[in-house]
C-alpha cells in the first residue's frame, strides 16, 4: 500500500511539474511543434496547441492551402516576446509552373481592430532567383544583389543615394525624399469624402505647417474602441493622439485639427488608426500634396468616386448591394455584381497615372500602390517594392532583409523570426497567417501543402520576472 501510495505521490508531482512546465513556462522558453501531414495529434509534439487553422474553404486533404490567406491559433499560456517559427512545406509543380512571381509570407496578429498583421517572408521565387544569378553582398540578414557589380557593401549603395532603378523587398530605407520645384500652395486645400476605417497617406510640406482638419463620427453606440492619429517622419513617430470612445455618439461628428509646425522639408506619413465603425465623413487638407497607401474605402457617396493610382490592377469590394456598379479603369469598363466578393481587375493600358471612376455609393478599392482624388496632388514618396508588376527592364540592384529557404526531396524549409512584444494575445492566444496571394482560385492543383510547423517562444524566466516586480 505504501509502494502505491508513493507512486501515486510521485505521480501527482511529475504531473505538477509538465503543468508547471505547459503553463507557467519557467525558463521562458518552450517549443510547439506540429506535423500536419498525419491525421492524429502528439501531446508531447503540441497536441490542443496549433488549432483553427482555416477558413476551410481554403485547404484540402487537412493540411494544402488553396486559397489566400490561411489562419490558425497557437494557444501559449502566457506572453513572450519572440517566437522562431521553422515551416516545412511544398508548392505544387502547377503553382510553380503557372506564376512568373510567387511570394509567400506568415505573420501574427498585432491590432484585432483593424486586423493588423506584422508579415515575414517565407519564399519569393524572384530572389532566390536573383540571389543564384546575380552579384550578392550580404549584410548581416540584408542582402544586396547587383545584376552588375557597383558596390561592394551595403553602405556604399546607401551612401550613393540613387535608388530609381532599385527595388526593395522587407527592408524599410530612412532617406531624405525631396520633391524639387515644389512650392506650397497655402491657398488651397483639399477635401476628401467619407473615408471609412482605417487608412494611412503620405502628405509633403516646405517651409509650412503640416495642416489637416479631420471630423469623425463613431457609427456604433457599443463601440468602445478609441480612435488613434500617428504621424511619422521618415519612419520615426512623432505625434499621436487617441480618442476615446466616450467623446462619440452616433450621430454627432467630433473634430479634429492637426497642426503641426517648424517641421523638415520633406514627406510624412499620417496614421488614422481606426475599426470599421469610424467614418471620416470630410478630411479637408492644406497641403496640397496628398496620396492614400495601398487601400481607399468610401462609403456613403453621392456623386461616386474618381481616384488616380501608379498602379493599373486593383482588388476591389463592396459592402452593399445598392453600391454595386461598374467600375472604369482607363476607359475599360469593369463590373462589381456582387457584395462581399473581391474582383481583381487589371487594366490592359497602363499610364503613369491610371484614373479610376465609378458611380457607386461605396468600395473598397486597394492594390500595392498609392491613391490620389486629384492629379495635381499625386506624388510618389515611396521606393520601389519588389513585386508581382515589377518593371525588371528598369531594375539592376535589389536589397532585401530575406533567408533563402533549404531545399531537400521537394519540401521547403523556412525559419522565421517574430518579434512578439506588441503582438495580440487573447484567450485563444496568438493568431497567425500565411499568405500566398498567388493562390487565387481555389484550384486544387494549385496549393502549397503545409507538412510541418514549429514554433520557439522565447521570453523572461520566471526569475526575471519575480526580480522585475520586486524591483518594482
Known sequence: MKKFRYFLYSFLFLAILVLVGFYIVPGGKIVYQQDFSKKYFNFLGGRGFFYKMGPEERLIDDNKMIG???YFYVRAPRSFSEAIMTIKYKISASSLAKNNYLNIETGILMDKSNWRYNLYP????KLNEIFSAWSVVKN??????????????????IEHNDFSNSAFYNYNLDYDYILSDYQAETDKTLSILNLQGSYSFYTYIKE????IDFSFLNKNNNNIQALSIFVYYQNNLIFDKSLTADIFSSDSP???NLNLSNLPEGAYKVEIKANDDFLTPKLISHNSKLVFINRVWLSNLKNGLILWSDKNNFKIKSFSARCLDKVDINNEIF?????????DFTASNK??????????CGLLIENNGLFSFTEESFFNPILNKLAEDTDWDNIDMVVADYNQPLENDGYYTSEIKMDLQSALRDTDGYRFIISGPFLKNLNPDEY????????EFQGKTLMEKIKEMVGR
Request: charged share 30%; no cysteine.
Open 335 to 343: 463590373t462589381v455584381d456582387k457584395i462581399y466578393q473581391q474582383f
Open 351 to 360: 499610364t503613369d497615372l491610371n484614373k479610376i471612376t465609378s458611380n457607386s
Open 448 to 455: 502549397v501543402e503545409i507538412k510541418e510547423i514549429k514554433i
Open 254 to 256: 467630433v473634430n479634429f
Open 140 to 157: 548581416e540578414d540584408v542582402i544586396l544583389a547587383q545584376k552588375n557589380k557597383k558596390f561592394s557593401q551595403l553602405a556604399d549603395f
Open 208 to 211: 509650412e505647417d503640416l495642416k
Open 68 to 70: 489566400d490567406p490561411l
Open 122 to 125: 517565407v519564399f519569393n521565387n
